[in-house]
Structures are given as C-alpha cells and as structure tokens.
C-alpha cells in the first residue's frame, strides 16, 4: 500500500521555532481561535460508535438497532449506506452518519452527476425518517487511497452540491476522516504541522470545512502511539490515567501541561490547522478505541486496558473536558467499535476492537458509574437465544432433543397443559428450551448456536404465561462440567487492520517527536 512521504525536520525545525517571536505568534493564534471555540463550548460532547460488518455471523439490522437502543446509543456511523441497516435505523432518532466508500470515490469525484445519484440514493430516500446529519468522504483518503487524492475536494464538493439543491446542507454536514499520521512533529503539540507534500489538498479541503461550517474528522489511536514508542510513552499516560504533576507532559512553547495521548493528539491538529491559518474549524473524534486482545508480541491488548481506556475516554468526552488548548470544548468521539470483527485480516488485536460480540454480549461492562447511560447497560441480562428463523425443522429437533436430554434442560414447561406448550411448534419449544441452556450456562461463547439454528436476540420471546429463563429469574451461573451445546464452529472476535500500515507511519513520527519533546515523561 503507498504511502505519503514523511518529511521529518527534527532538530532544524525546533531551532526555528524558538524565540519569543514564536511565543507572540501562538498568543496570537490562541486570542484569534478562542472565539470560535467559545461557541463550541456551548455545545455537550457526545459518544457514538463505528459499525464495522466484517463479521462471521454478523446480525441482521434489526438486530443491530436493539442493540444500540438498549445501550442508548444516540449516534453511528457507518463504513457505507447499507440500505437494510438505514430502513432498520428509520425513526429511531438515532443520528447517523453515511460514508461513501474509497471505492467510489474516483467516480464521484470526477462527476457531479455520479454524486448526485449517490446522494440521491443513499441519503434523500431516507430522510427524513433516518436521521442523517454527516457524510464521511471516503476514509483516511490521504494516506490509504493517494491515487485519489486529487478528486477528493471535488468529490466533497460536488456531494455538498447535492446537498445544497435538496435544501439538505444545513442539516447535514460533509467532511471526510484522516488518520493522524497526516500531522508531523506531533510533540509538542504547539509544532505540529501537516504533511507538507498534502498542502496541496488539506488548505482547499479546510476552505471547504470552514465554508460549510464543517468538521475536520480525525482518527485518534493512543494505543499504537504506546506500542511504537518503545517505552517512550507510558502506559498510564495513553490509558488517561491520573498521573502526578512531575509526569505530565509540558509543551514548552505554550506551558500547557498534557495528561494523556488522546489531549496531545487533538491538540497537535489545532495547531496544525492554525499553522496553515484556519482557527475556526472543530474537530470530531471518527475513530478511537483499544484491542481487547492481543497475540504473545501484544502484551498491553487486554481487557482491563480495553476497558480502562474506553470507560476513561467516554468519561472525558461527556464531561465536555475538552483539551488543554481548548478547555471545556466539546470534542465528540465514534468509539471503534461496536462490534468484535473476526474476519479482519491481521494480528489478534485486529480482530478484537469491539465493545460487544457478535451475539449482543459485551465484551467487557464499562466502569460508567455516574457517566449517563450511554454504554452503562448491562447487556448480558437483556439477551436471549432462540430458533433461528427459517432454520431446518429436522434440525431444530434434533436439537431441542438434544437440549431436554444431554443439555440437561428443565423441559418440563413444554409439556402440554404447562405454560409454554402453546404454541405447539418445534419451532416455539426450541426457542424455550435454546434459552433455557443459553442461560444455564452463563450465556457463554458457543451456548447459543445448536449446529447454526439458533441466535442470540435482544427481544424477549416471553409470551402470555410462558416466561423465558431470560426474562425472569435469570440464572447466571456457569454451571461445571455440563457440555456445551453443539457448536457449527463458531467464533467471535474482530476489528480493524484497513488502518495497520498507515498508523504504522505515524508511530514514527510520534515516536520521534517525543523523543525531541525532551522525554518529559522520565
């Protein structure tokens, strides 16, 4: 995959930005953008999630809206336009943000027309019962897809264009994500300056932000920051833990003192857009998060880690924190992501980005105490296993036969003149007798699938008098020494490696930078 060149000025450049007449300029800089940035203020933060499909078992769209409704989860943004995933999003209020894939990039850049049908297709058909308020340009455009580099202004354009002769601009926004390795000399922040060989395109693209009263869309990742650092950057320090005053980082330009990665990361672009001269512009988090997982070489991808630093990012969005260069600005954030995505090509971690699993359990419960309710559910008490619609009735059988028998169920229910007789169908009995194990055993990986014919569901299947184990009297006790149901060999994981190799040239220009910084950590 190509890649940008990155310049690194190193030594040269701190030489030249030294001196009161830089000091006097960043004064000047501040005074200008604190004007913008107090009518940002007024706005709260809000936490959303990215939905990736790349999937084994990936849930159908209904599926997908219980889950983010049971969570409160009141923003999305999706890699596409998924028809299905934007009918099951309709009147949900839920806010959704559409992305036109890099793959259609090249077309819609080069034709108004091309972006008119898209917009036409994938956002006017659905307003105003889905809720869209953003389009995502392609993603990481910059660094992932530079052969179309050129058009993407024009393809941001042209879908604004759309927008404007369907009286949509106001309400919608058009922007495109970048990854952070678009910014060099990252540390200190007040440095920080954007590649220069994308001049070319980022000075016409904030035009554009700054014209519509749009966002710069930017991809956060600490966690790479830390594994490229070589010990450069703690730990606690790229997990937003408390640290004492003598291990804050101190960009000696501005004085202001950084307590995490995340901070110096948005704070590195401010002042790359105000070194290009646009103060005005905020910034959206598209992409950030942690691996819950990792192989033998990836030691700090782990569930508490994971946890830790999502749980601590929620907290500081939604407390409206802000950065040290703009305190107490909003500064909302797309976690990545909602779901484990097992077919992600990769390492371990790759595949294990997700706050849930495949079938709607969490990864791991947030430590959200006193945070709102975004995210604060536990879902593991709203989900419950049932036939899978349309599965073969022979095999339904065989494992509701299964179920009563080696499972060890208590089918007595199911017995005619019991609650849950009626209705008299494999079909509803599976269904009892599916949950009835799922539950028994802890709703554990594998205890929901019965050789593939059956699910997990955030609807519950109670009926009249027929109470499912799931809905009431939840037993969560993994019981020992009991088999597991049989399995057609599936598995749960995931996340995210279209974005491995680019991140990978940032490491190194964070790496660098702070090396630079002074090891103000040490």
Not at 351 to 371: D, E
Not at 507 to 514: M, P, R
Request: with cysteine; charged share 15%; net charge negative.
């Amino acid at each position: 995959m190509c890649h940008p060149k990155i310049e690194t000025f190193g030594l040269n450049k701190m030489k030249l930005i030294k001196g009161q007449s830089f000091l006097l300029l960043l004064l000047l800089i501040s005074a200008v953008s604190a004007a913008a940035a107090a009518a940002a203020a007024a706005e709260d933060g809000f936490i959303g999630v990215n939905i990736g499909t790349d999937l084994s078992d990936m849930p159908d769209p209904t599926q997908v809206v219980a889950l983010l409704k049971a969570q409160q989860i009141r923003h999305v943004r999706l890699y596409d336009a998924d028809r299905a995933m934007l009918l099951a999003l309709a009147n949900t209020g839920i806010r959704v943000t559409v992305s036109v894939p890099n793959d259609q990039l090249l077309g819609i850049g080069q034709s108004n027309a091309t972006a008119a049908n898209w917009v036409s297709r994938n956002v006017i058909a659905h307003i105003p019962a889905t809720n869209i308020t953003a389009i995502a340009v392609g993603s990481e455009v910059l660094t992932t897809l530079p052969n179309a580099a050129p058009v993407l202004v024009s393809a941001m354009n042209f879908i604004q264009s759309a927008l404007v002769a369907s009286n949509l601009a106001s309400q919608i926004k058009v922007s495109t994500p970048h990854s952070s390795s678009i910014i060099l000399d990252s540390f200190p922040p007040s440095q920080a300056f954007f590649n220069r060989t994308l001049e070319p395109v980022m000075v016409p693209l904030l035009k554009f932000l700054q014209s519509t009263g749009s966002f710069l869309m930017l991809n956060v990742y600490p966690y790479y920051d830390y594994v490229q650092s070589n010990g450069a950057i703690p730990l606690d320090y790229a997990l937003f833990r408390p640290l004492p005053p003598t291990k804050e980082a101190v960009d000696r330009n501005t004085l202001l003192h950084y307590t995490n990665v995340f901070d110096a990361v948005v704070d590195a672009a401010y002042f790359a857009m105000s070194y290009l001269n646009f103060t005005n512009i905020p910034i959206i988090i598209t992409e950030s998060g942690w691996p819950s997982k990792g192989d033998s070489s990836e030691p700090d991808a782990t569930l508490d880690n994971a946890n830790t630093y999502n749980s601590n990012l929620i907290r500081h969005v939604l407390n409206n924190t802000g950065t040290p260069k703009h305190p107490g600005i909003a500064l909302s954030t797309y976690i990545y992501e909602l779901y484990n995505e097992d077919l992600r090509p990769g390492s371990i971690s790759e595949k294990n980005w997700g706050l849930f699993n495949a079938n709607g359990v969490p990864v791991y419960i947030l430590h959200l105490t006193g945070s709102g309710t975004v995210l604060a559910n536990d879902t593991t008490n709203q989900t419950y296993c049932v036939a899978k619609e349309g599965a073969d009735k022979k095999l339904l059988q065989a494992a509701l036969d299964w179920a009563c028998g080696p499972g060890k169920v208590d089918c007595n229910p199911l017995m005619q003149g019991n609650p849950c007789y009626d209705p008299d169908t494999v079909v509803a009995h599976a269904s009892y007798a599916f949950d009835a194990y799922y539950h028994k055993m802890g709703m554990t990986d594998g205890t929901c699938d019965f050789n593939g014919v059956a699910t997990v569901t955030t609807s519950d299947p109670s009926h009249n008098s027929c109470i499912f184990p799931g809905s009431g009297g939840r037993n969560r006790t993994t019981t020992n020494g009991t088999s597991l149901a049989p399995s057609s060999n599936s598995t749960v994981s995931g996340c995210h490696s279209q974005y491995l190799n680019e991140k990978g040239v940032l490491f190194n220009s964070i790496t660098l930078g702070l090396l630079l910084w002074g090891v103000a950590f040490l």
